[in-house]
């Protein structure tokens, strides 16, 4: 039986009938389960906008008749219309390959936000190369902020997608993978070499039921066990506080200290954001976006391995880690954060923490131009971290009900009118953009209605339920 809508739902034919009388009968598109490179094994996730969820594949899109979903237990596969859902997960997004490294995290104020290079801005249009086209133009503004990324920045990993590629220890059954999510009910490890060299960031959004323990090891060989004669440092995470041992073999363990997450007593889910300067010997941690504790190993930096792990502690509680990812970092520069505020002038924000006001005139390569109290100031690139400009005034918008937003593995979100879905490939028409066509492979997540969808998408990881896993 299935939970549709707040009902119960028993036979094969009771769930297409009330798929069809709730959310409508509702394809652009030939064998694109096939063009997804799915596997058979694999269930996408489909949500609607009731929270109603269900496991299956994705096989026909079109226009007039909309999203044809088929279960394994069903007959017939079952049509659903556009308007009645929130988004797809779909299984197994291969992440998308860049020609060079990105330098600039460019965001728009529809929600749109991509990973490119920067060609040039002015009081029109904005251009910029990304890895889904050459050189694109986009109108001045449509764009919300600029966030200029440190040299050599990489996205390691972004995930999870699934359990391959990972290292389990001794309970296989201790982590398993579902939807997005990895989900521990027992003690065990899971771990994975990511090859981590320089210094680096690791996100993470955690979630919990009652009292839990969680260690992170990080720069670690040990992957697949826990281990105290791998060099590494190791976060001891519980509802509360935070500790930090180093763990040095011939040294044994030392405590570096230990910080107070009194937020965590209250909530059972929080983001989480680890920092590591390898050159200096710190750590850092964040709890949503909050710096809890600063670390610094006055021996220098002692781990030598280049992985990490998570080492579920105790049975019972539920510990549940999504949207990971790993990236290599300067050590030095701020994150990409973006301000939600608006600004009544555009704003410069530099290295040193000062902020320049006025009015943003030009941007190259290598300079920013802006009017500040009637004098324009040019100003270098490499002093610059951020550029945030102001917000139009508001247009009422018609409602569209094919316009969908990609979420791509590797960092980036576009929405479009989808105009046509054949084979791998979707196409279709960009606000910001223009004509766009993209590789379903390396979508990990197809939105529908933006406006509705996006409270829905906020407060659940893509999983199938907000904390509990369903069966299998």
Known sequence: AYEIGGR??????????????????????????????????????????????????????????GVRWARGDLTEPVDFRPDNMAWIRFEGARPVERNRDPSVHIRF??????????????????QFSTWFNGQLSAPRDGLQSLAFLSPGF???????????GWKLGRDPKAWKYRDGVFISE????????????????IEFELQWNGTFSLIVPVYTKA?????????????????GYVSLQRVQSGAGVRNLGQGQIPEMQTKNRVSVEIRINKEKAEMELYIDRKLIRKWRDTNGFAA????????????????????????????RSDPVQFDSSDHAEDM????????????????????????????????????????ALIKPEAKPKAKRPWEVRAHFAGGAAVSFDLKQWEGRTLSGRSRNFGPVAFDAQHIRRLQFNLGASQ???????????????WDD
């Open 8 to 65: 119960l739902v028993g036979s094969e034919m009771c769930i297409r009938d009330s798929f069809r009388r709730v959310l409508g009968v509702a394809v652009v598109a030939l064998g694109v389960a096939q063009a997804l490179g799915q596997a058979a094994d694999r269930d996408d996730l489909v949500r609607f906008l009731d929270g109603s969820m269900l496991h299956g594949k994705l096989q026909q899109v079109r226009l007039d008749t």
């Open 109 to 126: 104020h529809n929600g749109d936000e991509v990973l490119g290079n920067l060609i040039s801005l002015d009081e029109q249009r904005v």
């Open 154 to 164: 990489r996205i390691l990993y972004e995930g999870p997608t699934t359990i391959e």
């Open 186 to 201: 027992g003690v065990g490890v899971l771990g994975r070499d990511f090859g981590l060299k320089g210094s680096s960031r």
């Open 223 to 239: 992957l697949d066990r826990f281990d105290y004669r791998s060099n590494s440092y190791m976060f001891y995470i519980s509802r």
């Open 304 to 331: 030598t391995g280049s992985g990490m792990a998570f080492f579920s502690q105790l049975n019972g509680p539920i510990v549940r880690v999504s949207h990971l990812r790993v990236s290599a970092w300067d050590g």
């Open 348 to 387: 410069v924000f530099l290295k040193n923490r000062d902020e320049v006001p006025g009015k943003l005139k030009s941007m190259d390569g290598r300079t920013v131009v802006i009017n500040s109290l009637g004098t324009d100031l040019t100003i270098p690139l490499e002093r610059i971290t951020r550029v």
């Open 455 to 469: 409270k829905t998408s906020a407060t659940n990881t893509g999983g199938a339920d907000a904390l509990w896993p």
